[in-house]
C-alpha cells in the first residue's frame, strides 16, 4: 500500500523549501542554470512516468511534446510578440493536443510496435521543424519590460519558476496515484485484456494518460526555451531529448511518484556537472554518462533507486484490520433481482472462423434469468472463444448476441461490463502486484459513482465469497483457490446480472472444489445468472440447472443434466466412436 | 531473438571507423592496392567489431535477454532496449570524444569512378559494396533455413520455452544471433566506408532505415528484412524526385508509421501469438 497522500503532500513542500534555500546558497550562475535544468528534466521525467511508469506504455519519443512545447513559445514570442506568461501555458495545451493526435493512432499498438512508432513522431518533426527553416531562432531580447517576457536578470527566478512547475507536475502525479485514473492505468500495466473485461476503458484512460503527459512536458520544454534563449531542433527534438526522461525515470524508479525527482538529482549535476568542467576536452560526455548510468541501474537494480531503497528500509506494513467495515447490507442492486423465465442472453446463428478453422457454427443459445446454465465440451469445442464472443474480445462474423433484449453487437469488453456482463478467466488474469482489495476494486469502479463506493462494493464482494480476510494480500502469493475466488469477486463487484465463468473449477483439489462449487450457488441464488465452463462433466452435473454441450464449434446438445450424460452424441464426443459402440447397449 | 538492438548503428559506426583505420591510418593494407584494400579491410572490421560486440553481450546484453528475461514484467521486459540504448549512447559519444567529429571517409579509385551502362551512372564502391551485400543475405538466409544450428535460432525465437524444453540451448542461440548480427552490420559498415563520409552520430541515420526495412518486411523475418530495407532504400532515394531533400528522412517515418498502423506485424510477418 501507499503512504498517505497527506504525508506526500508535505514531502512535496519540503522538496520545495529545500530547492528554495539551496538556489539561495549557490553563488554560481552556472550552476543555477544547472538547477534549474534539473528541474525541468524532473518535470518531462514525471511527465513520460505518468504515462510510461504508470500504463506500461513505453515512449521513446517524448521529445516530440517537449519540442513542440519549446518552439511554440519561441514561435509566438518571435512572429505574435506572445509573451512566454501566456506561451507557456499555450505550449501545454500544444504539448496535450499533440498527445491526443499522437495518442489517438497510436494506441492501436502495443509493446515494441507502440515503442518504436513512438520514437519516430520526434524525429520526424524534427526535420519538418528543420525544412521549414528554424534550424536555428533565438528568442528576442526584450530590454523595456524583461519581466514581462520573462527575462530576468537574476537566474534565481528562472529556479522559482521551474520549481513551480515541478511542484505542478508532483501534485498532478500525486492525484492521479492516488485516484481510480491510476488504479486504471496500473491495471492496463499488469493486464490489459483484464482490465477491459472488468469494465476499465482503457482506451479512454489511456488517451487521458498520454494527453496529461504531453501537456506536462510541452510546458517544461516552453520554460527550456525560455531559459536558453536560443532552439534548435536537434537541442528539443533529439533522440537524447526522449531518451532523457525515460533514463531518469528507470533510474530514480519507474511508476513511482519520487523515481524521476530522485532520477534528476543524481544524473543531471552529474552529467552537466562533467559537461561543465570537462565539456571542452570531452565533449559528448553528457551522453556517456547517461549510458552508463542506465545500463548499470539495469544490470543492478532494473526495478531503481526508489523501490530498491523501500524495499530495504520500508517496515514491512501490516495492513491494519479494517474494524469498522461496511455493513454488506447492499448485497444486490434492486435491478439485479430475479426476472426469472425471461431470457437474459440470447445468442442467434454465431458463427466464427480463424483462418481456415471454424470455431464456432450457427450456435444458438438462449439463457434464462437466474439461472445456472453449464457449457461443457472437449478441448478446443469453442467454449472459450465463445465467451470472447459474449463479452466482446472477438466480433463474429455472422449472428447477433442480445443481452436483456438489447443487441451487443459492437460493444467493446468494457462496455459489455457496463451493461451487466462479469467475466473470469480460464487462465486467472489477476493485477499481481496489487492487493487482493485493489484488484478487486478496480473492478468495483464500474459500477460506483466514486472511489469510496467502489472500495465499499469491492469488500461486499470479498465478503460474499468468503475472502474477506486475505483483503490484503497481494495478489502475486495466492493458491489457486483463492485466485479463482478473487476473480469471481471481481466480475461480482459491480453487481452485474450475468457472469460468464470460465473453467473456474480447472485445477483444484477436491475440498476447493466444493467449496467453490458453493460459492456459484449462493451466487446464482443470490439472483445473479451464472453461465459456467468446464470441461469435466463429474462436477457440472452436480452444479448446473441447464447444461449445453459444445463440440468443434457447433452445439451438439442442450437440456438438464440428467438428460445430456445419457445422450449418444455427448458421449461420442467425449469418449470416441469405438467406447460408443462398446456401450452401445446399455445406452440406448 | 525478439531483441531490439537500439546499437546497431553504432556498431555499423565503429566499423566505418576500423575499416577507416585499417586502410588509411595506419597502411596495413597498402600491400594490398587500392582497390582489393578497402574490401578486405570491411571484412576485417568484422572481426574487430565482433569482439566488442561479444564482450557488450557478455557482460550486459545477455543478463537482459534469454531464457531468464522471458518471464519479466513490467520494465524488465523493455530491459533489452534500454541497455542497448544505454549501450548506443556510449558508443555515439564515446566515439565523439575519441574520434572526433570531423567528418571522414575512404577515399579509393573506386569510389570516385563509375561504370556507364547506357543513360546510368554506377558508382564501382558501390556496386561492389551492393554484391557482396547481396552474397551476404543469401549466406545469411541459407544459414538459418538449411543448417541445424540456423533452425535451433529460429526455434529459440519463436518460443524460447518451447525450444528450452527440446534440447536447445536459448542462451547460446541469444549470444550467436548477436554476434552474427553485430558482424554482418561490421562488414557492411566498412563497405559503406569507402563510398560515403561518416562522423560519430552516423549510426543514428542508419538505425531508422534498419527499423523501418525490417518494421516493414516483418520482425524475425529475413526474407523480409531484406525486401523491407530495399524498400525504404527506394522510398528514401525516390521521395526526393517529389519532396524537398530535408524531408527524405521524414518520408521514411511516413512510411514507418503507415506500415505499423496498416499492417503491424510486416509484409511478411506472420501471426504467432494466441490471446
Not at chain 1, 492496463?188 to 479512454?204: C, F, H, L, M, V
Not at chain 1, 552537466?272 to 560526455?285: A, R, S, T, Y
Not at chain 1, 478467466?425 to 459500477?447: D, S, Y
Not at chain 2, 567529429?101 to 546510368?120: A, D, F, Q, V
Request: charged residues 15%; glycine residues 12%.
Amino acid at each position: 500500500m501507499k503512504i498517505s497522500t497527506a504525508r506526500q503532500g508535505w514531502a512535496i513542500l519540503a522538496v520545495a523549501v529545500l530547492v528554495l534555500l539551496l538556489s539561495l546558497l549557490i553563488r554560481s550562475a552556472y550552476y543555477q542554470l544547472v538547477l534549474t535544468q534539473l528541474l525541468l528534466w524532473a518535470v518531462l521525467s514525471l511527465a513520460w512516468n505518468i504515462l510510461c511508469g504508470y500504463s506500461g506504455y513505453f515512449s521513446f519519443g517524448h521529445a516530440a511534446f517537449w519540442g513542440l512545447g519549446a518552439y511554440t513559445v519561441a514561435l509566438g514570442m518571435i512572429h505574435f510578440d506572445l509573451t512566454p506568461w501566456l506561451g507557456i501555458p499555450l505550449a501545454a495545451i500544444v504539448g496535450g493536443l499533440a498527445g491526443a493526435v499522437i495518442g489517438f493512432p497510436t494506441f492501436r499498438l502495443r509493446g515494441h510496435y507502440f515503442a518504436l512508432a513512438m520514437l519516430a513522431y520526434p524525429l520526424a518533426t524534427l526535420y519538418v521543424f528543420q525544412w521549414l527553416g528554424y534550424q536555428e531562432i533565438s528568442l528576442p531580447m526584450k530590454r523595456e519590460a524583461p519581466v514581462l517576457y520573462m527575462q530576468f536578470a537574476d537566474p534565481r527566478a528562472y529556479v522559482v519558476l521551474a520549481l513551480g512547475l515541478l511542484v505542478a507536475a508532483l501534485v498532478v502525479s500525486l492525484r492521479v496515484e492516488n485516484s481510480r485514473f491510476g488504479k486504471a492505468l496500473l491495471a492496463i500495466k499488469q493486464n490489459e485484456p483484464a482490465a477491459e473485461a472488468a469494465g476499465i476503458d482503457t482506451w479512454r484512460w489511456k488517451m487521458r494518460a498520454i494527453t496529461l503527459s504531453g501537456a506536462l512536458a510541452g510546458m517544461a520544454g516552453g520554460l527550456y526555451a525560455v531559459l536558453l534563449l536560443v532552439v534548435t531542433p536537434e537541442s528539443v527534438f533529439g533522440m537524447l531529448v526522449s531518451a532523457q526522461p525515460l533514463i531518469l525515470a528507470l533510474f530514480g524508479g519507474i511508476g513511482s511518484l519520487w523515481g524521476p525527482l530522485i532520477g534528476a538529482v543524481v544524473l543531471v549535476p552529474l552529467a552537466e556537472g562533467l559537461n561543465g568542467e570537462l565539456g571542452d576536452v570531452l565533449p559528448g560526455i553528457q551522453g556517456v554518462v547517461y549510458g552508463a548510468a542506465i545500463i548499470a541501474i539495469i544490470l543492478c537494480a532494473p526495478e531503481g533507486v526508489y523501490w530498491r531503497l523501500r524495499d530495504r528500509f520500508a517496515k514491512p506494513r501490516v495492513e491494519p484490520r479494517t474494524t469498522a467495515k461496511p455493513a454488506p447490507a447492499l448485497t444486490i442492486a434492486p435491478e439485479a433481482r430475479k426476472v426469472s423465465g425471461a431470457d437474459l442472453l440470447v445468442l442467434r446463428n454465431i458463427g466464427i472462423s480463424f483462418g481456415g478453422l471454424r470455431a464456432l457454427d450457427s450456435i444458438d443459445l438462449v439463457v434464462g434469468a437466474g439461472s445456472l446454465h453449464g457449457i461443457i465440451g472437449p478441448n478446443g469445442a469453442g467454449k472459450t472463444t465463445l465467451f470472447n464472443v459474449v463479452n466482446g474480445f472477438l466480433t463474429p462474423d455472422a449472428g447477433s448476441v442480445s443481452f436483456a433484449g438489447a443487441p451487443l453487437a459492437g460493444l467493446r469488453p468494457n462496455q459489455v461490463c457496463r451493461r451487466g456482463i462479469g467475466r473470469t478467466f480460464q487462465v486467472v488474469r489477476a493485477f499481481p502486484r496489487m492487493t487482493v482489495l485493489e484488484n478487486v476494486i478496480v473492478g468495483a469502479f464500474v459500477g460506483a459513482r466514486d472511489d469510496i463506493a467502489a472500495e465499499q462494493m469491492a469488500r461486499v464482494a470479498l465478503d460474499r465469497v468468503g475472502l474477506a480476510d486475505r483483503a490484503a494480500a497481494v495478489a502475486g502469493g495466492l493458491t489457486t483457490r483463492e485466485l479463482r475466488l478473487m476473480e469471481l469477486a471481481r466480475a461480482l463487484a459491480p453487481q452485474p446480472r450475468l457472469i460468464l465463468l470460465d473453467e473456474t473449477l480447472a485445477g483444484l483439489g477436491h475440498d476447493d472444489l466444493a467449496g467453490i462449487l458453493g460459492v456459484i450457488r449462493q451466487v446464482r441464488d443470490e439472483g445473479v445468472t451464472v453461465l459456467i465452463i468446464e470441461h469435466t462433466m463429474q462436477a457440472m452435473v452436480q452444479l448446473v440447472d441447464e447444461f449445453s454441450v459444445l463440440d468443434h464449434g457447433r452445439l451438439i446438445a442442450a437440456g438438464r443434466p440428467d438428460e445430456i450424460v445419457r445422450d449418444r452424441r455427448v458421449i461420442e464426443a467425449y469418449l470416441g466412436r469405438r467406447w460408443m459402440d462398446r456401450v452401445a447397449d446399455t445406452v440406448a | 531473438m525478439r531483441v531490439i538492438n537500439f546499437a546497431q548503428g553504432d556498431f555499423l559506426m565503429l566499423s566505418m571507423y576500423v575499416a577507416f583505420y585499417l586502410t588509411t591510418g595506419y597502411g596495413i593494407l597498402a600491400f594490398l592496392g587500392p582497390y582489393a584494400g578497402p574490401i578486405i579491410a570491411a571484412f576485417l572490421a568484422g572481426p574487430v567489431v565482433f569482439a566488442v560486440g561479444w564482450v557488450a553481450h557478455r557482460f550486459i546484453v545477455s543478463r537482459v535477454t534469454g531464457v531468464g528475461a522471458a518471464a519479466s514484467e513490467g520494465a524488465g521486459a523493455y530491459g533489452q532496449i534500454i541497455v542497448t540504448l544505454g549501450l548506443s549512447l556510449i558508443l555515439q559519444n564515446g566515439g565523439l570524444i575519441l574520434l572526433g567529429s570531423t567528418p571522414t571517409g575512404i577515399r579509393t579509385p573506386l569510389s570516385r569512378s563509375s561504370w556507364e551502362i547506357g543513360p546510368i551512372l554506377l558508382n564501382q564502391a558501390r556496386v561492389v559494396s551492393f554484391l557482396v551485400a547481396v552474397a551476404l543475405v543469401i549466406a545469411v538466409y541459407l544459414f538459418l533455413g538449411r543448417t541445424r544450428a540456423g533452425k535451433g535460432l529460429r526455434a529459440a525465437a519463436d518460443n524460447s520455452t518451447a525450444a528450452t524444453y527440446m534440447g536447445i540451448d536459448v542462451d547460446r542461440a541469444h549470444r550467436v544471433a548477436w554476434s552474427l548480427g553485430v558482424g554482418i552490420t561490421a562488414v557492411a559498415g566498412g563497405l559503406l566506408a569507402s563510398s560515403q563520409s561518416f562522423q560519430p552520430y552516423v549510426g543514428f541515420d542508419f538505425v531508422i532505415v534498419m527499423y523501418a526495412g525490417v518494421v516493414l518486411g516483418g520482425l524475425g523475418s529475413i526474407l523480409g528484412a531484406f525486401w523491407g530495407g530495399l524498400l525504404i532504400g527506394i522510398v528514401q532515394q525516390m521521395s526526393t524526385l517529389v519532396l524537398p531533400y530535408q524531408l527524405q528522412n521524414t518520408a521514411i517515418f511516413v512510411v514507418f508509421l503507415l506500415i505499423v498502423f496498416l499492417r503491424p506485424l510486416g509484409l511478411f510477418g506472420k501471426l504467432s501469438e494466441r490471446t
